[in-house]
T-cell receptor, first 113, second 112 residues
Framework: QQQVKQSPQSLIVQKGGISIINCAYE??????FPWYQQFPGKGPALLIA?????SEKKEGRFTISFNKSAKQFSLHIMDSQPGDSATYFC????????????FGKGTMLLVSP | ETGVTQSPTHLIKTRGQQVTLRCSSQ?????VSWYQQALGQGPQFIFQ???????GRGNFPPRFSGLQFPNYSSELNVNALELDDSALYLC???????????FGSGTRLTVV
């Protein structure tokens, strides 16, 4: 049972373009929605996260949009750069550090120069 | 502030053998979780430890076991290795009072 569905599986964007990755979740008990960035040979690194009490959060070139009623959230990467080429995972968890992360299957992003 | 460190970085084992992976949590973190990441997949939760006790477990068989030590370091043990156990094993630490998880770089386990 996949509780967090992520799309697309892979994405190619030109330098300077907007990268958009979408996720949908099923469990309404989820209370925290992070995005992780993973480079080859490295562990996932937290990029940006949102709680369901807000509809959007922006940090630099990265924005999360959250739609609680549709149980969907997305990552937008503005002015995409070749250094952004990595695998991106959305995830969801319940309240506090007791809860575990449920990950999507990942999106491999390639930003062409 | 130190991050999460894992050892070894790579490991090759034979089917049926046993393996122990190690993790040192980020300073100040009191919860440690282990995840299995198969090639091309998202990490899958194995189990979590808090105050040296297992606090939650994913859909993994009992041959996957763990320990958390008083200094918050941790071990993941896998007995009777199978070919499908080949994966990147990730350790993540956190504060029980916080949402944020810090991941290590993982141990790449290959079972032949």
């Amino acid at each position: 049972q996949q509780q967090v569905k992520q799309s697309p599986q892979s994405l190619i964007v030109q330098k300077g373009g907007i990268s958009i990755i979408n996720c949908a979740y099923e469990n309404t008990a989820f209370d925290y929605f992070p995005w992780y960035q993973q480079f080859p040979g490295k562990g996932p690194a937290l990029l940006i996260a949102i709680r369901p009490d807000v509809s959007e959060k922006k940090e630099g070139r990265f924005t999360i949009s959250f739609n609680k009623s549709a149980k969907q959230f997305s990552l937008h990467i503005m002015d995409s750069q070749p250094g952004d080429s990595a695998t991106y995972f959305c995830a969801a968890s319940g309240e506090s550090g007791y809860s575990t992360l449920t990950f999507g299957k990942g999106t491999m992003l390639l930003v062409s120069p | 502030e130190t991050g999460v460190t894992q050892s070894p970085t790579h490991l090759i084992k034979t089917r049926g053998q046993q393996v122990t992976l190690r993790c040192s949590s980020q300073s100040g973190h009191n919860t440690v979780s282990w995840y299995q990441q198969a090639l091309g997949q998202g990490p899958q939760f194995i189990f979590q430890y808090y105050r040296e006790e297992e606090n939650g477990r994913g859909n993994f068989p009992p041959r996957f076991s763990g320990l958390q030590f008083p200094n918050y370091s941790s071990e993941l043990n896998v007995n009777a290795l199978e070919l499908d156990d080949s994966a990147l094993y990730l350790c993540a630490s956190s504060l029980v009072s916080d949402y944020g998880y810090t991941f290590g770089s993982g141990t790449r386990l290959t079972v032949v």
